[in-house]
């Protein structure tokens, strides 16, 4: 898993930039792609998912990317 820049909504961005604003309740982040404990389909990058982010997790990190 890796975290993401978004907060998460449920239908994703249902607008451009609702993911920049934080929700007014029950604020949970986006996390991406799976980890060593995941089965195959959520090991994708593409793969989504909601969590809390003031928990810790032992299989989270982050991804480093740049413009090729």
């Not at 930039?17 to 309740?25: L, N, Q, T, V, W």
């Not at 029950?26 to 995941?38: F, L, M, P």
């Amino acid at each position: 898993h890796a975290w993401g820049p978004a907060w998460y909504h449920p239908r994703g961005s249902a607008e451009p930039g609702a993911g920049d604003r934080e929700p007014a309740e029950r604020a949970r982040r986006v996390s991406r792609g799976g980890s060593w404990r995941h089965s195959v389909k959520f090991t994708r990058l593409t793969a989504r998912a909601s969590l809390a982010p003031e928990r810790r997790y032992n299989d989270f990190g982050f991804r480093l990317y740049a413009d090729a």
